[in-house]
Each structure stands twice: as structure tokens, then as C-alpha cells.
């Protein structure tokens, strides 16, 4: 079986940095895309940044500039480095990847969600 364990959440002040990862562990042959979604209290799931195979990079408009997206296929993580954090950043951040099993079935998987608090 293969799953998504996510860390570095935690509560920070205005202007402030954290640095989001997500490992994939299980018998995985390839992963395609790795992505960060966030859910503000009260809202939708929304779209953060993506990162593919061959690397190409997509961002939220609302956090372009500020946060970074990468990924260690040797290790079938995906970080995301989050700076100038503002309160509206305050959500549960998913990790989200899709990918291809050693079975040759294809799989979207959802890490558990980390807190990210930004507030002083």
C-alpha cells in the first residue's frame, strides 16, 4: 500500500517562514505530479502550487513570490517553502501527488493535512 505523511505545520507570526514536506513511502514505480492544496476555516480547497515531472512549476497567484515548490524524487517528497507568511495563509495544507504503482495502476493519493497558523 502506498501513502502520504505530511509535516512541518505549526504556528508562526506575520512575516514569518515554514517549510512544508510530504513523503510518499510504498511501492511506487513513478510519480507524476505533486501538488499543495490548502482549506482556509470556512472555505474551499484551493489550489496552492504544482510541480510535475519534468519539473514545471504552477503557483496560486496569491502566494506567487513568496512560496516555493520542489521536489526530491530520490526521496518521493515535495516540499513547500513558505515565506513572507501573511494571516490569510492560515489553513490546513494538503499534499496531493499522482502516481503510478509498481502494479502499473495509477493512484491520486492525499496526505492527512498539516496546520499552518499565521497569526501574532
Known amino acids: 500500500q502506498v501513502q502520504l505523511v505530511e509535516s512541518g505545520g505549526g504556528l508562526v507570526q506575520p512575516g514569518g517562514s515554514l517549510r512544508l514536506s510530504c513523503a510518499a513511502s510504498?511501492?511506487?514505480?513513478?510519480?507524476?505530479?505533486m501538488d499543495w492544496y490548502r482549506q482556509a476555516p470556512g472555505k474551499e480547497r484551493e489550489f496552492v502550487a504544482s510541480?510535475?515531472?519534468?519539473?514545471?512549476?504552477r503557483y496560486a497567484e496569491s502566494v506567487k513570490g513568496r512560496f516555493a515548490i520542489s521536489r526530491d524524487n530520490a526521496k518521493n517528497t515535495v516540499y513547500l517553502q513558505m515565506n513572507s507568511l501573511k494571516p490569510e495563509d492560515t489553513a490546513v495544507y494538503y499534499c496531493?501527488?499522482?502516481?503510478?504503482?509498481?502494479?502499473?495502476?495509477?493512484?491520486?493519493?492525499w496526505g492527512q493535512g498539516t496546520l499552518v497558523t499565521v497569526s501574532s
Open positions: 496531493n501527488m499522482k502516481v503510478l504503482i509498481v502494479e502499473m495502476k495509477y493512484l491520486e493519493l
Open positions: 510541480i510535475g515531472s519534468d519539473r514545471e512549476i
Open positions: 510504498g511501492s511506487i514505480f513513478m510519480i507524476y505530479d
